[in-house]
Nanobody
């Protein structure tokens, strides 16, 4: 079994920055892609940024130039550096990872979510 622990959310003012972290723990697992998603009430969860195991990244148009995703494969961690935050970035942010545990098939794992609130 694998657990993802995401953290780093909080309350900030517009224009400020936050850094989210995601740490995977467990045994005998391999991580392929990692990503950050966000969700606001009554809306579907949306992708914010993704990163492959070799470091290729993709971003939602709404965060390009403001957010940066990175990862440390040696520590099974991922990060989301968020800058120039706006109230529209307010959401619960979830870490996601595509993981293979032992001989089991690849599957998605999710963190518990961390709240980001941006005041105007």
């Amino acid at each position: 079994q694998v657990q993802l622990m995401d953290s780093g959310g909080g309350l900030v003012q517009a224009g400020e920055s936050l850094r989210l972290s995601c740490a995977a723990s467990g045994s005998k697992f391999t991580i392929k892609d990692m990503g950050w998603y966000r969700q606001v009430p009554a809306k579907q969860r949306e992708v914010v940024a993704t990163i492959t195991s070799d470091g290729s990244t993709n971003y939602a148009d709404s965060v390009k130039g403001r957010f940066t995703i990175s990862r440390d494969n040696s520590k099974n961690t991922a990060f989301l550096q968020m800058s120039s935050l706006t109230p529209e970035d307010t959401a619960v942010y979830y870490c996601n990872a595509l993981v293979k545990v032992g001989v089991m098939p690849w599957r998605d794992y999710w963190g518990q979510g961390t709240q980001v609130t941006v005041s105007s």
